[in-house]
């Protein structure tokens, strides 16, 4: 009987054994952890260039306003978003005398787009901003007289 213990006694120590190194395994596959990775993205505005296509007739007291339109310039090789592109005065140069932004009104300068723009050049359309000459009528206005506004236009 001493012989049929020591025989059980072995079975059951193998068996611990092996559920050991069993649940040694399943531990090895099951662990947890945590870690930290960075990914990037690129900034397609860099390539996006937004033309005015429009062509404007010099302004004077009392013109009407003038739509402002054009396209894009899109180099990314991908397709880029754009929901809006925002016109400003940046400059105005010329003239014959004392001329500034001031004399000029920009109206609805953000201009909704909301659009895929493919790439390539002359793509997509934008439109809606209005300039005029504003009209000072007690202020002479003539250095304004060949004067030249520079518009930026800005996307997001």
């Given at each position: 009987?001493?012989?049929?213990?020591?025989?059980?006694?072995?079975?059951?120590?193998?068996?611990?054994?092996?559920?050991?190194?069993?649940?040694?395994?399943?531990?090895?596959w099951t662990a947890g952890g945590s870690g930290t990775g960075t990914a990037s993205t690129s900034n397609p505005s860099t390539q996006l260039t937004v033309n005015q296509t429009g062509t404007l007739t010099a302004m004077y007291p009392g013109d009407a306003a003038q739509t402002l339109s054009g396209n894009f310039d899109n180099s990314t090789g991908n397709s880029v978003r754009v929901e809006t592109v925002t016109a400003s005065i940046s400059s105005v140069t010329g003239g014959i005398g004392s001329c500034d932004a001031s004399d000029y009104t920009l109206s609805s300068p953000v201009m909704g787009v909301h659009a895929e723009v493919p790439s390539g050049s002359g793509v997509s359309n934008w439109t809606g901003a209005t300039i005029q000459f504003n009209d000072k009528a007690a202020i002479n206005q003539d250095g304004c007289k060949g004067a030249t506004v520079h518009i930026s236009y800005a996307i997001s």
């Open positions: 009987m001493l012989k049929f213990t020591k025989r059980r006694a072995f079975v059951v120590l193998g068996l611990v054994a092996a559920l050991a190194v069993a649940g040694a395994a399943i531990a090895f």
